[in-house]
């Protein structure tokens, strides 16, 4: 926050807008309180700009770590002494006076209480609770730091010196050599138990080994000033001064600090991939060599002598079948019962040409029936196949087919379409799963008509043959061929689809951080909390890119903020 000087009116910027522009950094041509590379033992008071652990800090940490251990095992073996005197007083008390159910529920509880403690505490608890309400509870025995506590001990301290070469890293990106505390050590079992070095697991052990040793060297001291942030965030602790001995890796040549080797995680590579798996579908194209006449060719000429005009001379163009009675309400499967026509009257409203402009049925309305009505088989196979040639009339507008090749079409369809191996029709629900093919079918003809105006369509007793599978045939079954490709499509647009919503998601999901990180970026900036903090709450995130970006994203807001303020 900003503040003005009642004196000169000058503009008070926070400690983060000045440490961010350098005002705090160590003088670099000065001699220091922070000389390069001096050795210190870390206490409470002590700063430094670039802390991290030398092969000579880490030796002697160990072996302050080792004289502790010593010390406060010493100490263990003699207070277990004293517990067991303590202990036997305890005993010898509930021997004389047993404990009534109204003292054993109370003693459950008390110890319930005092489960999460540490023993030293559990112990002093105990103590004041008997001095309470008489000798009835006994005192834990405390447990020593054995060997393996040592090996996590240098786990912790390899750990740690990972974070001060990232947090040294984080601080030369910005240009920020100002002098703090040390920070925290962040605690992880899950990152801890599976780090590698050189390829290989550090310390294999299970997270719950981990937890058990940690605790334990915090009851000894090791470990101090334990925070918890929630149970997937690492816990935060520090190494006993007294035992920790760190380097200030603060250099006054910035070229030298630049070409040192840091190990912290940086930001994770990943391929690029803007190929899109979508198959584009080839124009369905029908190769035929018809040569002669559609009315040479079709067999259709001798079964009847009926042309069109003499169809439409004795049929009205706007006739329609007998309906209910007025007024009267229709179910869905009477009103679709009503709509399938004499095979006869059928072919000639075909062959007058009165489906020319049809519209098919919705497809709901076909679900509808298949799953709820009550047509049977064989009146739901004839809706369907009749909705089917009413929509194909449109392909010989321009041309006079006669009844007798629709007659043939329609008879041969229904004799050999959706029959089963014992002769029955299909149910209404196989029936219905194939409406979607046979509509497309018919529009990739339509389409290919129009871009081939030249082309000689036979007639519908031919067309509709189920033996005319090839290309040179001119059959409708050589359709089949672009319904496939159609599938293959759909199935390439669906899995393109997929990708496209987890890349939307993702998209999102990042765009969400990175306002969340400008957040804190801005909260950093009105002082709300240090630079250390900052890059905890961004790396909470779990954006690594994100992380690696953020002394960029800082700088950039740093004089977008300081302009703003003018």
Not at 80 to 103: C, D, G, W
Not at 266 to 276: A, C, I, M, W, Y
Not at 376 to 397: C, G, P, S, Y
Request: include cysteine; aromatic fraction near 10%.
């Amino acid at each position: 926050m900003q503040t003005y000087n009642n004196n000169d009116n000058s503009l008070m910027l926070n400690k983060a807008i000045l440490e961010l522009n350098g005002i705090f950094n160590v003088n670099k041509k000065s001699t220091q309180s922070f000389p390069q590379q001096e050795t210190t033992a870390a206490t409470a008071t002590k700063q430094f700009v670039h802390p991290i652990l030398t092969k000579e800090n880490i030796r002697e940490t160990m072996s302050n770590y080792r004289k502790a251990v010593d010390a406060y095992n010493d100490r263990v073996l003699a207070e277990n002494v004293t517990i067991k005197s303590y202990n036997k007083q305890v005993k010898q008390r509930r021997e004389k006076e047993p404990l009534q159910m109204e003292q054993k529920i109370l003693l459950s509880r008390f110890y319930s209480s005092i489960a999460p403690l540490s023993t030293w505490e559990r112990n002093e608890r105990i103590k004041h609770f008997n001095q309470e309400s008489g000798m009835i509870a006994e005192k834990d025995k405390i447990q020593t730091v054995k060997f393996p506590a040592e090996q996590v001990f240098a786990a912790i301290l390899w750990h740690y010196n990972q974070q001060l070469y990232k947090r040294q890293y984080q601080r030369i990106q910005l240009d920020v050599y100002v002098p703090g505390k040390l920070p925290y050590i962040e605690l992880h079992s899950g990152w801890i138990t599976r780090a590698k070095e050189d390829g290989v697991v550090r310390l294999k052990i299970c997270n719950r080994t981990f937890r058990r040793y940690r605790e334990r060297l915090e009851e000894a001291g090791i470990l101090q000033d334990y925070i918890f942030e929630g149970s997937s965030r690492p816990v935060k602790m520090r190494i006993n001064p007294q035992i920790l001995t760190i380097t200030d890796n603060y250099s006054s040549k910035k070229a030298a600090i630049k070409n040192q080797c840091v190990t912290s995680g940086g930001r994770t590579e990943l391929p690029h991939n803007n190929v899109s798996n979508r198959t584009d579908l080839n124009k369905f194209q029908i190769k035929a060599n018809v040569e002669k006449h559609s009315e040479e060719r079709s067999s259709a000429t001798g079964l009847t002598s009926l042309n069109s005009s003499s169809i439409r001379n004795t049929r009205k163009q706007g006739e329609e079948k007998k309906v209910a009675a007025a007024g009267e309400k229709l179910s869905l499967s009477q009103f679709l019962r009503q709509r399938i026509e004499d095979k006869e009257d059928f072919a000639q409203d075909l062959a007058a040409h009165r489906f020319d402009n049809y519209t098919p049925l919705r497809i709901e309305i076909l679900q509808k029936e298949a799953y709820a009505g009550t047509l049977d088989r064989d009146e739901f196979k004839e809706l369907v196949l009749q909705d089917f040639f009413k929509t194909a009339a449109k392909l010989w507008k321009d041309k006079q087919p006669y009844i007798g090749s629709w007659m043939k079409a329609y008879n041969h369809w229904m004799a050999q379409k959706w029959i089963t191996p014992g002769g029955l029709s299909s149910n209404k629900h196989n029936i219905l799963t194939r409406i979607p093919e046979l509509r497309y079918r018919l529009q990739s003809v339509n389409r290919f008509l129009k871009k081939h105006e030249e082309f000689n369509l036979l007639f519908p007793g031919d067309y509709f043959d189920t033996t005319r599978t090839t290309a040179k045939e001119g059959g409708f079954e050589y359709t089949r061929k672009a319904w496939k490709k159609h599938e293959v499509y759909l199935q390439s647009k669906k899995s393109t689809e997929n990708k496209t919503g987890i890349k939307a998601k993702n998209r999102k999901r990042r765009l969400s951080e990175r306002q969340k990180a400008d957040k804190h970026v801005r909260d950093y900036l009105r002082g709300k909390y240090d630079l250390q903090e900052l890059f905890t709450k961004v790396e909470q995130l779990g954006n690594k890119e994100l992380s690696a970006h953020l002394p960029e994203i800082l700088k950039k807001a740093n004089l977008k903020f300081q302009l703003n303020q003018r």
